[in-house]
Nanobody, 123 residues
């Protein structure tokens, strides 16, 4: 069992930056791939970024490439999402999720989810 708690959301002006954190409880954190999803009002939840177990591979949605960076600190059981150059269209609830080793980044492969943190970008 893995419990995930996000933090770091808030209100920021366009062009600003935020860093989201996701703290995980439970064992063998390094054996989970970790993803950040977001869901805007009236839209489907979408994968923004993912980092594989032991941090070997990363994935970014086209909409955030070059602006967002995902990283993990296995010693702290924490995954981060550094968001730079924020745009109003980045406004959403951001969720952290975990998938077991050997799985893909398909949404239904993520087993554990956090409660989400709101990010609001004003123009």
């Amino acid at each position: 069992q893995v419990q995930l708690v996000e933090s770091g959301g808030g209100l920021v002006q366009a062009g600003g930056s935020l860093r989201l954190s996701c703290a995980a409880s439970g064992r063998a954190f390094s054996m989970y791939g970790m993803g950040w999803f977001r869901q805007a009002p009236g839209k489907e939840r979408e994968l923004v970024a993912d980092i594989s177990w032991i941090g070997g591979n990363t994935y970014y949605a086209d909409s955030v490439k070059g602006r967002f960076t995902i990283s993990r600190d296995d010693a702290k059981n924490t995954v981060y999402l550094q968001m730079n150059g924020l745009k109003p269209q980045d406004t959403a609830v951001y969720y952290c999720a975990a998938r077991r080793v050997g799985t893909t980044i398909r949404r239904d492969e993520y087993t554990y989810w956090g409660q989400g943190t709101q990010v609001t970008v004003s123009s």
